[in-house]
């Protein structure tokens, strides 16, 4: 069940919600090649059931994006996800200003601004997947059905 040590707005927005979730910490350098791999190792986990969260810009509106750390987020059918047509990653600050997170940390749940998100259709399959819990060092699993529901996001083929 929850715990509420960490107190971002993501685990506030988990336990306001009622939402059953668990808390991972761990100690991996943001600065890290393949930083979601060695998350995954530390946490012990499959790799394929953590996630990523990154923001890219859509015919200029923000949109997040959440893939599994062992792809890579295919900006096309993102864009295509999000009914545009041209996408690209978001400067680093724009993702940081509006997400109200630090990058390595940005979490889909408790985001400042409200995006439109698009997960990929790998997470629903999986019972438990996890995310940022929105500071780096600290990742939440949680229901595929949970985010999905939290975030009124779609599930569409992002991953490259």
């Known amino acids: 069940m929850a715990k509420k040590a960490a107190g971002t707005p ?18 991996v350098s943001p600065d ?45 059918a993102l864009g295509q996800a999000a009914g545009g047509k ?3 990653l978001a400067d680093r600050a724009a993702a940081e200003r509006s997400s109200g997170y630090v990058r390595g940390g940005i979490s889909p749940l408790g985001q400042r601004r409200r995006l439109l998100t698009v997960i990929d ?5 999986l019972d438990l997947m996890y995310v940022s819990a929105g ?15 939290l975030t009124s996001a779609t599930v569409a083929p992002i991953r490259g």
Do not use: C
């Open 86 to 88: 041209r996408a690209v």
């Open 10 to 27: 993501a685990t506030v927005l988990l336990a306001a919600e009622r939402v059953p979730h668990t808390l991972h910490p761990y100690e």
């Open 121 to 125: 259709d790998t997470a629903p399959g």
């Open 32 to 76: 890290a090649p393949n930083y979601g791999a060695l998350v995954a190792e530390f946490l012990g986990v499959e790799p394929a059931r953590v996630f990523k969260t990154l923001i890219a810009e859509v015919d200029g509106k923000l949109v997040v994006g959440v893939v599994p750390v062992t792809g890579d987020l295919d900006l096309k």
């Open 135 to 149: 500071r780096r060092g600290l990742q939440v699993s949680l229901a595929p059905a949970d985010l999905i529901r």
